[in-house]
């Protein structure tokens, strides 16, 4: 297993957690048995959104004294007062929902504001109680953090505005990164992508990404595969279906994203998505997928060092990283940002313009224009 740290929360989560969606409904030795599998492979980090009781007590009851082994993502708003998945805002449902959770798990890590994808829904959390709620869980020490998710990009960098989350569940992959942040993602759920919406990735969710390393806002992930149409031959909208390596490894290569969250409902599945770990770059490489779909990433970094060897040794994926938040405002970078560059063993004015980069680059970044605009813009 790898760990990171997730943003400014201080805690070191492991790449791959478990979602425990997927288990709602599933008989208890089969939910033991998933999350048995988790932690042996030292897995330390699950999201139990499902309201319903019967699950929540299930996955209480399977960690049973390995409790203080994980770390729980745990969401208020989300309730089954209509035996359904559904989201409440009013203050005696979502109380009684979440200190449910708590006596089942004595105290939640991350306490994720449930489900902010519209202007309403960032309405109903911010200028109400609710919020105000999250923040009297944290003073009493029932969460630590705070936290919210989100499918939308803009409604995400709003919450991330106010300053008082310290994290985020967000749905990365391809497909999504590509689509036009007005599209809204559960509508191509059903019917899948259309590819001929696909211009190369979204600049709200790019901005999304780099405002996260700006602010130290760390990123667990949802919807990795696309509720698996980006691994189905049929429903997949580029030219061939994606590996399960490369949708991990895409979404671990996003800037701020600390761990994703698949969904596993067997001890199978667990060790499937595990298999990560043995797989070559190779087989991790999603460069040739990106560019069988109709999309344009030209000029784009995607991060994929494709780029490297540098004959000087410069990480350029790292400080292409530093250069797009740094671009976010030119006239207010933050220290942190500059540090992190400082920091870098080789510097981007050792470029000595070979070209070697830009002849291996996928996409056409202009690689060497960007090293003399890092080298203008962080070391003064």
Known sequence: ME???????????????????HLDKKPYPQIKETIDAALEHEVNIIDVFMPGEEIRENIAKALGNRRDKVMIQGHIGASDVNQQYDISRDLPTVKKYYENLLRLFGYI???????????????????????????????????????FSSHNPEMAIRAINTGLPEMFMFSVNPAFDMLPSAEYVFDHFETGFGTELFKGIDPKRAELYKLCEQKQIGMTVMKTFGAGKLISQEHTPFGKPMTIPQCIHYALSRPSVACILPGCQTAAEVQEVHSYFESTENERDFTEILNTGKNDFKGSCVYCSHCQPCPVEIDIAAVTKLLDIARLDKSDIPPSIKSHYMNLKHKS?????????????????????????VAMLLTN
Request: charged residues 35%.
């Open 349 to 373: 004015d050792e470029c000595t313009k070979c070209g070697h980069c830009e002849e291996r680059c996928p996409f056409d970044v202009p690689v060497i224009k960007n090293m003399e605009e």
């Open 3 to 21: 760990y990171r740290q997730l943003g400014k929360t201080g805690k070191k989560v492991s790449v791959i957690g478990l979602g425990c969606e």
């Open 109 to 147: 890590d991350f306490g994720m504001l449930f489900f902010i994808d519209t202007e309403e829904n960032y309405r109903d959390v911010f200028e109400t109680g609710f919020a105000g709620y999250a923040e009297h869980l944290k003073k009493q020490g029932d969460i630590k953090h705070i936290g």
